[in-house]
């Protein structure tokens, strides 16, 4: 798996709203309107996560969810990374989520 270059993840994040480059890693905090509501999203992630056999860092504080995703295994960010980013995206971004 080939790690991307800064260009590359510059590139994908155009298309990815709220997240970020991060310390080598793509990064996104979503405020949720309850706590619940963050739980919830985290539970979609989870079985994503699963599915592709790629899971972020999740990182749970009050309302907030930071979701940080790289490729240890790779040594940086790589396809995986920014496929997994869109799809957090399009489950947290669900209308009456």
Do not use: C, Y
Not at 41 to 57: G, N, Q, S
Request: net charge negative.
């Amino acid at each position: 798996m080939t790690v991307l270059t800064d260009a590359q993840i510059d590139a994908a994040l155009a298309s990815l709203p709220g997240w970020v480059h991060d310390d080598g890693m793509l990064r996104r905090s979503i405020t949720f309107d309850s706590f619940l509501d963050g739980i919830a999203a985290v539970d979609r992630v989870a079985v994503l996560a699963e599915a592709a056999d790629h899971h972020p860092d999740i990182d749970i504080r009050g309302r907030t969810v930071t979701f940080t995703l790289v490729t240890h295994s790779a040594g940086g960010i790589t396809d995986k990374d920014v496929a997994m980013a869109r799809d957090i995206s399009a489950s947290v971004n669900r209308p009456g989520t």
